[in-house]
T-cell receptor, first 113, second 112 residues
Framework: DQQVKQNSPSLSVQEGRISILNCDYTNSMFDYFLWYKKYPAEGPTFLISISSIKDKNEDGRFTVFLNKSAKHLSLHIVPSQPGDSAVYFCAASLTTAGNKLTFGGGTRVLVKP | NAGVTQTPKFRVLKTGQSMTLLCAQDMNHEYMYWYRQDPGMGLRLIHYSVGEGTTAKGEVPDGYNVSRLKKQNFLLGLESAAPSQTSVYFC???????????FGSGTRLTVV
């Protein structure tokens, strides 16, 4: 069973609008969550993270929200830009266990000009 | 440029052949990881290392072996390749911080 799930495999959004990506997890012991962005033929790159002691973290156009009771996190991108077109992975970590990351299946975002 | 370098970038193997994927990092990171990416399944952890001379199994270790003889290198071996090992393999490293991994650009492996 996948411990981290991204139920939307793809998302299409108009340039300038908000992109909302969702992620659900099942292991309540996860204490750190991250989002990665991946372009074709490249490795994933770190985007933004949040500790389980917080419910929101912001970095420029990117905001991650964490709802621990619902075991749900989301990534908001505002405003969306064509360069944001990529695959986004959410990941969860047990920081006491070798910093291993458990990844979701990814959401492909297409930002239309 | 500092980062994680994976070699080779592409490889085609016949079933039963063996090969080694090399991962090298120049950031003096303690932790190194091997993941495989398959469509719809995200990245799944194969093996990882928390320091020179150490290795541990991840989520999908069967059919793979690893070695970390030097801190900067993490090798992934396939002793007898199978078509189910057709995938894109990513190596990653991190220090003790929680700000995410640095990934290599991947190795696309096809087993025919």
């Amino acid at each position: 069973d996948q411990q981290v799930k991204q139920n939307s495999p793809s998302l299409s959004v108009q340039e300038g609008r908000i992109s909302i990506l969702n992620c659900d997890y099942t292991n309540s012991m996860f204490d750190y969550f991250l989002w990665y962005k991946k372009y074709p033929a490249e490795g994933p790159t770190f985007l933004i993270s949040i500790s389980s002691i917080k419910d929101k973290n912001e970095d420029g156009r990117f905001t991650v929200f964490l709802n621990k009771s619902a075991k749900h996190l989301s990534l908001h991108i505002v405003p969306s830009q064509p360069g944001d077109s990529a695959v986004y992975f959410c990941a969860a970590s047990l920081t006491t266990a070798g910093n291993k990351l458990t990844f979701g299946g990814g959401t492909r975002v297409l930002v239309k000009p | 440029n500092a980062g994680v370098t994976q070699t080779p970038k592409f490889r085609v193997l016949k079933t039963g052949q063996s090969m080694t994927l090399l991962c090298a990092q120049d950031m003096n990171h303690e932790y190194m990881y091997w993941y495989r990416q398959d469509p719809g399944m995200g990245l799944r952890l194969i093996h990882y290392s928390v320091g020179e001379g150490t290795t541990a199994k991840g989520e999908v270790p069967d059919g793979y072996n690893v070695s970390r003889l030097k801190k900067q290198n993490f090798l992934l071996g396939l002793e007898s390749a199978a078509p189910s090992q057709t995938s894109v393999y990513f190596c990653a490293s991190t220090d003790h911080s929680f700000y995410g991994y640095t990934f290599g650009s991947g190795t696309r492996l096809t087993v025919v």
